[in-house]
């Protein structure tokens, strides 16, 4: 069974420019999560969808970050404006039942640096 | 919001010895997961363990909710076992959803 993809797996570019990271959750979950990895915060929630829709996206650093989830099986966050701060591995994860007496599946990560 | 305490914090082993890993939780749990971080990034899932006790080859894991803390068991450990363990729960009186708190891991390394 395919687990959650992500993609691009590596993403370089300089300070300004728009980034756009890309999710498949596994299919028939309805919970997506994006989190995001720093060594000085470790793993920290960004924003959960439920059946599509936006729940919590209290964890959005600012207003350069943006997530969207169009239909069931699709999922983007973008930075526009990129800073060098934003530089991590962010990772998406889904699951069933908005992941309460359920496991969340990790994807690979997308490891991202900005110049 | 809960806070999830990870001990030790480094761990160094030979190759073929046992160990065990903890996690301690400040708050009650309806979900708790144990992960492998691998050298190349990748978050692993090894238990869904919000209560009780697993076991899954050489590892096993129990969550003992009342007392708010799981461990986790490595034996006869490999080179592959390497890496960074992580525990992470969401807080059931928290949020009406999933929200996984993590802990700051444990980085294993296991040499031959």
């Known amino acids: 069974d395919a687990g959650v993809i992500q993609s691009p797996r590596h993403e370089v570019t300089e300070m300004g420019q728009e980034v756009t990271l890309r999710c498949k959750p596994i299919?028939?979950?309805?919970?997506l999560f994006w989190y995001r990895q720093t060594m000085m915060r470790g793993l920290e929630l960004l924003i959960y969808?439920?059946?599509?829709?936006?729940?919590?996206d209290s964890g959005m650093p600012e207003d350069r970050f943006s997530a969207k989830m169009p239909n069931a099986s699709f999922s983007t966050l973008k930075i526009q404006p990129s800073e060098p701060r934003d530089s991590a591995v962010y990772f998406c994860?889904?699951?069933?039942?908005?992941?309460?007496?359920?496991?969340?599946?990790f994807g690979d990560g997308t490891r991202l640096s900005i110049l | 919001g809960i806070q999830v305490e990870q001990s030790p914090p480094d761990l160094i082993l030979q190759e073929g010895a046992n160990s065990t890993l903890r996690c301690n939780f400040s708050?009650?749990?309806?979900?708790l997961q144990w992960f492998h971080q691998n050298p190349w990034g990748q978050l692993i899932n090894l238990f869904y363990i919000p209560s009780g006790t697993k076991q899954n080859g050489r590892l096993s894991a129990t969550t003992v909710a009342t007392e708010r803390y799981s461990l986790l068991y490595i034996s006869s450990s490999q080179t592959t076992d390497s890496g960074v363990y992580f525990c992470a729960a969401v807080n059931a009186g928290g949020t009406s959803y999933g929200k996984l708190t993590f802990g700051q891991g444990t980085i294993l390394t296991v040499h031959p």
């Open positions: 994860a889904s699951s069933l039942g908005g992941g309460l007496g359920q496991p969340q599946h």
């Open positions: 708050d009650s749990v309806n979900n």
């Open positions: 969808f439920n059946n599509n829709v936006p729940i919590d």
């Open positions: 299919s028939g979950h309805n919970s």
